[in-house]
């Protein structure tokens, strides 16, 4: 089984104050599905309050983030499935419950992992 990153920017969730409870309990409807399935492995959304930080292999700690990366944000779920085609169906489910496009990946295969 392969482990699919499924997630959006958080500029592409647009909604009012009334729309934001529909699409939490939505979308939460959709994790618990994912969760009885069998096939949620984590997911949620980066805490956009907290400044991102690199740390070098000395421990060094500086402020800030890879220039490619500095519009890391948004919400993220990783599902193990055994197809492509499983993780664009869940991405479909996901995609409605948030009112927004996802962005689907697979995760190279590490047996390790």
Same mark, same amino acid.
């Given at each position: 089984?392969?482990? %699919?990153? &499924?997630?959006?920017?958080? #500029?592409?969730?647009?909604?009012?104050?009334?729309?934001?409870?529909?699409?939490?309990?939505?979308?939460?409807?959709?994790?618990?599905?994912?969760?009885?399935?069998?096939?949620?492995?984590?997911?949620?959304? &980066?805490?956009? !309050?907290?400044p991102p930080v690199m740390?070098?292999?000395?421990?060094?700690?500086?402020?800030?983030?890879?220039?490619?990366? #500095?519009?890391?944000?948004?919400? %993220? #779920?990783?599902?193990?499935?055994?197809?492509?085609?499983?993780?664009?169906?869940?991405?479909?489910?996901?995609?409605?419950?948030?009112r927004c496009a996802q962005?689907? !990946?697979?995760?190279? %295969?590490?047996?390790? #992992?």
């Amino acid at each position: 089984m392969t482990k %699919y990153l &499924i997630s959006f920017p958080s #500029s592409a969730m647009v909604l009012s104050e009334e729309g934001l409870q529909e699409v939490s309990d939505a979308s939460h409807a959709v994790v618990q599905e994912a969760k009885d399935a069998g096939v949620w492995v984590f997911g949620g959304g &980066i805490d956009e !309050r907290v400044p991102p930080v690199m740390v070098d292999g000395d421990g060094t700690v500086t402020e800030g983030t890879y220039p490619e990366t #500095s519009e890391l944000e948004g919400g %993220y #779920s990783v599902l193990e499935l055994p197809s492509h085609e499983a993780a664009l169906a869940w991405a479909a489910k996901i995609a409605a419950a948030c009112r927004c496009a996802q962005e689907v !990946r697979a995760f190279q %295969y590490d047996p390790a #992992s």
